[in-house]
């Protein structure tokens, strides 16, 4: 069988039509979506079926034909193992039980114990395995420590993350030994997660933005560097994508500095600019704006054409800059495909 294009991108091959998938591309823009949540019952609910969480993440495989399926679950299913509560507040976001001193730290519960919850996980996974097409890659996906923090402090989402600032600088020892129980239960996560059938993993730092200078190597770099060497001293082979996501300059080297096999892009830096300075060390993905996807149109056929020259000198993995939006419409998400794919013999 030929090799899935995703896994030949990663392997740093340079490719005529780029593989091709979406953040968020399992969610509320599609009708089978919310069916099938609705008969879950809520988020939470079908993150932790291993059918209908199998269901979704094969919908849009079918509706579109993407080059690879994100399994579906959610970044704060760790810290839900780890011990804390964790719900979801509809309109609003995620709310959990806050983590404010070294107290909240050491009253975790130890790595070993998060597989009790997120084993169900690990079953969609299986699904996903055995049911995807062969030519469909699945990717494995865990919160970086920072951002999964960021959480677990604040007990919620928040602008500039300033909670998790004031405890890194107000109480480093507990900030430190917080991230560090993140990172050691990240690791156990994703290594279940290749075990069971992931055959690339991704790391979503979606607030490394706000980690400026020291921070930004200590806590965004540092944590991805030990949990890549760790999946790949344990899996050898197996692809990782890296998404500090508004790292901007940070983005040069950390690849390199990370073990990365491919650094995902949000869409604040321009294509030619990432040609340059990222993609010259290996694989990139990204960068087209969400909002394209509720706008369409011409724009949209020009951004995805723009980036796929922009990027089409080395190895390259299309998708959003982010998460794509509950009011976008479906037909572009096929506009962008077909755009993408004009030239394919
Ligand atoms: O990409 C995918 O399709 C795979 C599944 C996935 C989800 N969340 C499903 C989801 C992935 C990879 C995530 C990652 C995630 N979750 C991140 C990092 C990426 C990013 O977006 O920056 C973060 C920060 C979270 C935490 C989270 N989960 C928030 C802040 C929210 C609420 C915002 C929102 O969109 O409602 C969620 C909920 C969530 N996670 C939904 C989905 C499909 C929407 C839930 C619903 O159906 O109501």
């Given at each position: 069988m030929a090799e899935k294009l995703l896994m030949r991108a990663l392997r740093g091959e340079t490719l005529d039509v780029p593989p091709a998938w979406m953040m968020?591309?399992?969610?509320?823009?599609?009708p089978e979506y919310k069916a099938t949540r609705a008969q879950a019952g809520d988020f939470l609910s079908l993150c932790y079926n291993p059918d209908l969480a199998a269901e979704v993440t094969l919908q849009p495989i079918r509706r579109f034909g993407f080059d690879a399926a994100i399994l579906f679950a959610d970044i704060l299913l760790v810290p839900q193992a780890l011990g804390a509560d964790l719900w979801f507040v509809t309109g609003e976001g995620p709310r959990l039980s806050t983590i404010t001193d070294r107290v909240g730290v050491d009253a975790l519960k130890p790595v070993d114990a998060i597989h009790d919850t997120l084993n169900p996980i690990y079953e969609t996974v299986k699904i996903l395995s055995r049911e995807l097409p062969d030519d469909v890659a699945l990717i494995g996906f865990a919160g970086a420590p920072w951002t999964v923090a960021t959480y677990m402090i604040a007990g919620r989402g928040t602008p500039d993350q300033g909670p998790a600032h004031a405890l890194k600088d107000g109480d480093r020892a507990s900030f430190e030994a917080l991230l560090d129980r993140i990172t050691e239960a990240t690791i156990e996560y994703l290594s279940a997660q290749i075990d069971a059938g992931a055959e690339v993993v991704k790391l979503f730092?979606?607030?490394?933005?706000?980690l400026k200078g020291d921070d930004f190597d200590a806590y965004a770099v540092a944590p991805a560097k030990r949990i890549i060497g760790a999946l790949k001293e344990r899996h050898p082979g197996i692809p990782v994508i890296a998404f500090p996501r508004e790292a901007g300059q940070g983005y040069v080297g950390f690849a390199g500095r990370t073990g990365a096999d491919c650094v995902a892009l949000d869409n604040s830096v321009t294509p030619e600019w990432a040609a340059e300075h990222v993609q010259k060390d290996g694989c990139v993905q990204g960068n087209l704006a969400p909002g394209h996807m509720v706008t369409g149109g011409q724009a949209l056929v020009d951004a995805v054409r723009h980036i796929r020259d922009a990027f089409s000198g080395g190895p390259h993995i299309f998708n959003l800059g982010h998460g794509i939006t509950p009011?976008?419409?479906?037909d572009n998400v096929a506009l962008m495909l077909e755009t993408l794919r004009e030239h394919r013999g």
């Amino acid at each position: 069988m030929a090799e899935k294009l995703l896994m030949r991108a990663l392997r740093g091959e340079t490719l005529d039509v780029p593989p091709a998938w979406m953040m968020r591309q399992a969610g509320r823009y599609l009708p089978e979506y919310k069916a099938t949540r609705a008969q879950a019952g809520d988020f939470l609910s079908l993150c932790y079926n291993p059918d209908l969480a199998a269901e979704v993440t094969l919908q849009p495989i079918r509706r579109f034909g993407f080059d690879a399926a994100i399994l579906f679950a959610d970044i704060l299913l760790v810290p839900q193992a780890l011990g804390a509560d964790l719900w979801f507040v509809t309109g609003e976001g995620p709310r959990l039980s806050t983590i404010t001193d070294r107290v909240g730290v050491d009253a975790l519960k130890p790595v070993d114990a998060i597989h009790d919850t997120l084993n169900p996980i690990y079953e969609t996974v299986k699904i996903l395995s055995r049911e995807l097409p062969d030519d469909v890659a699945l990717i494995g996906f865990a919160g970086a420590p920072w951002t999964v923090a960021t959480y677990m402090i604040a007990g919620r989402g928040t602008p500039d993350q300033g909670p998790a600032h004031a405890l890194k600088d107000g109480d480093r020892a507990s900030f430190e030994a917080l991230l560090d129980r993140i990172t050691e239960a990240t690791i156990e996560y994703l290594s279940a997660q290749i075990d069971a059938g992931a055959e690339v993993v991704k790391l979503f730092d979606s607030w490394a933005g706000s980690l400026k200078g020291d921070d930004f190597d200590a806590y965004a770099v540092a944590p991805a560097k030990r949990i890549i060497g760790a999946l790949k001293e344990r899996h050898p082979g197996i692809p990782v994508i890296a998404f500090p996501r508004e790292a901007g300059q940070g983005y040069v080297g950390f690849a390199g500095r990370t073990g990365a096999d491919c650094v995902a892009l949000d869409n604040s830096v321009t294509p030619e600019w990432a040609a340059e300075h990222v993609q010259k060390d290996g694989c990139v993905q990204g960068n087209l704006a969400p909002g394209h996807m509720v706008t369409g149109g011409q724009a949209l056929v020009d951004a995805v054409r723009h980036i796929r020259d922009a990027f089409s000198g080395g190895p390259h993995i299309f998708n959003l800059g982010h998460g794509i939006t509950p009011d976008a419409d479906p037909d572009n998400v096929a506009l962008m495909l077909e755009t993408l794919r004009e030239h394919r013999g």
